[in-house]
């Protein structure tokens, strides 16, 4: 049974980087369905930021397009979120995700009902 543990949060200034990492922490193997980031911060609802499908096919949140980068290893076992100019309305804890239900139009989705799989979450602050 898959179980997915992030890690790569950091707190950094405005305009910087930094590359967050999810693997399954019992070495299962690849993951079989769709894989997510998703961002909450205290007071509101978890928030799509990136995903990504078996073929490659990728979305992303309006308010992160162009600056962020969500990838997956060959093997399918890492995922990875690659942020850059970074802003301080990016803070908050920073979860992966999976997913295995049928995605009814075959396109990757933000939609935290999609995804079952969750790991505990890592921290990035961004100053200004």
Request: hydrophobic share 30%; charged share 20%.
């Given at each position: 049974q898959v179980q997915l543990m992030e890690s790569g949060g950091d707190s950094v200034q405005a305009g910087g980087s930094l590359r967050l990492s999810c693997v399954d922490s019992r070495l299962t193997g690849g993951i079989k369905g769709y894989w997510g980031w998703f961002r909450q911060v205290p007071g509101k609802g978890r928030e799509g930021v990136a995903a990504?499908?078996?073929?490659?096919?990728?979305?992303?949140?309006?308010?992160?397009?162009?600056?962020?980068?969500?990838?997956?290893?060959?093997?399918?076992?890492?995922?990875?979120?690659?942020?850059?100019?970074?802003?301080?309305?990016?803070?908050?804890?920073?979860?992966?995700?999976?997913g295995s239900a049928r995605l009814w139009n075959s396109k990757p989705t933000l939609d935290v009902g999609y995804y079952n799989i969750w790991g505990q979450g890592t921290q990035v602050t961004v100053a200004s």
């Open positions: 990504i499908i078996q073929d490659c096919t990728t979305t992303y949140a309006s308010s992160v397009k162009g600056r962020f980068t969500i990838s997956r290893d060959s093997a399918k076992t890492t995922l990875y979120l690659q942020m850059n100019t970074l802003k301080p309305e990016d803070t908050g804890m920073y979860y992966c995700a999976a």
